[in-house]
């Protein structure tokens, strides 16, 4: 076979957040196709008509794309191409974990995609959302099951057959190119969340600026959310790159490494992420609480000179007959003369000791 050109062809060839469409209706097969020698054949065609095709000629293989399917269609799937119980189950039921499973022959990939929801900097709403993509991969085949709209798979079977030479290695090929795609779309995530956990760090450590802990908490949480959805995948990346007992081609194995690469760089920067954000969290809470305590010296300050004409005030508002300069002319005065000395030697003393 002649030198193949580098799998490494989704990364950059297309946008993955252009690659967003209208979300597709549920339970339905988005697309079907042969595919002899690198090249689409059969455009319309249901996935009997298309595996009969393949196994017919002895060469080639099915590309079956589904969204959200009912039970009822992936038991028919499942019964046309031979599928285990298992698998049809985790196939229906959204949010599996990432898992890579063996039945015989026929592999089953399980990964999470992720989307990232542009957002105001202190708001609380949703800034990752998640969904599924399961591969079942045959020697003649190879199904895609999509949950939610998060990352689509239009774009990546489009460029897979602008390249034929890529479509020969077989159905392998596609696992391959989805798997980078889901990976590319975690970079493109993460470089989003990072000018996020920047701004946020911007925010706290500016003097004088409103910080608001709700936003910190939850842009954590989302983190949070997306490390459970990257990091479980790291396993099946290993075992599709190392694992000899797999039926994948020596090539796509090869390739397979830079896509663990990927991912590793990931879940290693969302880590930090992580990490960042904890401290963040004590550094707005400590903020918080110095911010706090000078408003309470304030408070107390201002108290402390409320209370010393309320004290002068309260002694001459009592109903004695006998007190000293009681009956003085000048007594009024003088007292609100004193009032005012005493007032302003306090906060004279407050404002000296940073409290006002």
């Given at each position: 076979?002649?030198?193949?050109?580098?799998?490494?062809?989704?990364?950059?060839?297309?946008?993955?957040?252009a690659?967003?469409?209208?979300?597709?209706?549920?339970?339905?097969?988005?697309?079907?196709?042969?595919?002899?020698?690198?090249?689409?054949?059969?455009?319309?065609?249901?996935?009997?008509?298309?595996?009969?095709?393949v196994?017919?000629?002895?060469?080639g293989?099915?590309?079956?794309?589904?969204?959200?399917?009912?039970?009822?269609?992936?038991?028919?799937?499942?019964?046309?191409?031979?599928?285990?119980?298992?698998?049809?189950e985790?196939?229906?039921?959204?949010?599996?974990?990432?898992?890579?499973?063996?039945?015989?022959?026929?592999?089953?990939?399980?990964?999470?995609?992720?989307?990232?929801?542009?957002?105001?900097?202190n708001?609380?709403?949703?800034?990752?959302?998640?969904?599924?993509?399961?591969?079942?991969?045959?020697a003649?085949?190879v199904?895609?099951?999509?949950?939610?709209?998060?990352?689509?798979?239009?774009?990546?079977?489009?460029?897979?057959?602008?390249?034929?030479?890529?479509?020969?290695?077989?159905?392998?090929?596609?696992l391959?190119?989805?798997?980078?795609?889901?990976v590319?779309?975690?970079?493109d995530?993460?470089?989003?969340?990072e000018?996020?956990?920047?701004?946020?760090?911007?925010?706290?450590?500016?003097?004088?600026?409103?910080?608001?802990?709700?936003?910190?908490?939850?842009?954590?949480?989302?983190?949070?959310?997306?490390?459970r959805?990257?990091?479980?995948?790291?396993?099946?990346?290993?075992?599709?790159?190392?694992?000899?007992?797999?039926?994948?081609?020596k090539?796509?194995?090869?390739?397979?490494?830079?896509?663990?690469?990927?991912?590793?760089?990931?879940?290693?920067?969302?880590?930090?992420?992580d990490?960042?954000?904890?401290?963040?969290?004590?550094?707005?809470?400590?903020?918080?609480?110095?911010?706090?305590?000078?408003?309470?010296?304030?408070?107390?300050?201002?108290?402390?000179?409320?209370?010393?004409?309320?004290?002068?005030?309260?002694?001459?508002?009592?109903?004695?007959?006998?007190?000293?300069?009681?009956?003085?002319?000048?007594?009024?005065?003088?007292?609100?003369?004193?009032?005012?000395?005493?007032?302003?030697?306090?906060?004279?003393?407050?404002?000296?000791?940073?409290?006002l």
């Amino acid at each position: 076979m002649p030198p193949l050109p580098s799998l490494r062809w989704s990364s950059r060839r297309y946008n993955t957040r252009a690659d967003k469409t209208e979300k597709e209706p549920a339970n339905l097969v988005i697309d079907c196709g042969v595919y002899v020698e690198g090249r689409r054949l059969l455009d319309q065609c249901t996935y009997q008509q298309a595996l009969d095709e393949v196994r017919k000629r002895g060469t080639g293989f099915v590309w079956l794309g589904l969204m959200e399917p009912s039970n009822e269609l992936m038991t028919d799937v499942a019964i046309a191409f031979g599928l285990h119980e298992l698998a049809v189950e985790d196939a229906v039921h959204a949010h599996q974990r990432p898992k890579l499973e063996r039945y015989d022959d026929i592999l089953f990939l399980v990964l999470r995609t992720v989307r990232y929801h542009e957002h105001e900097l202190n708001s609380v709403a949703e800034i990752v959302d998640t969904g599924d993509i399961m591969v079942f991969l045959g020697a003649d085949f190879v199904i895609t099951v999509r949950h939610g709209d998060q990352t689509g798979l239009a774009g990546v079977r489009k460029v897979l057959e602008a390249n034929p030479s890529q479509l020969q290695l077989g159905p392998a090929s596609v696992l391959h190119a989805v798997a980078d795609h889901v990976v590319d779309a975690y970079v493109d995530v993460t470089q989003e969340i990072e000018d996020d956990v920047a701004e946020m760090e911007e925010a706290v450590f500016t003097p004088a600026n409103k910080i608001v802990i709700e936003a910190i908490y939850q842009l954590k949480r989302e983190v949070v959310e997306l490390r459970r959805a990257v990091k479980p995948l790291a396993l099946p990346l290993q075992l599709l790159t190392h694992d000899q007992r797999l039926p994948l081609p020596k090539e796509i194995r090869r390739y397979m490494r830079d896509v663990t690469d990927h991912h590793t760089a990931v879940t290693e920067q969302i880590m930090d992420f992580d990490e960042s954000l904890s401290a963040l969290i004590n550094a707005a809470l400590a903020k918080v609480s110095v911010q706090q305590n000078t408003d309470m010296r304030k408070i107390s300050a201002y108290a402390a000179m409320a209370a010393v004409p309320t004290m002068i005030a309260g002694i001459y508002g009592m109903n004695f007959d006998h007190m000293p300069e009681l009956r003085w002319t000048y007594g009024y005065g003088g007292v609100i003369a004193l009032m005012v000395l005493l007032c302003g030697l306090l906060y004279y003393t407050f404002h000296r000791n940073n409290w006002l």
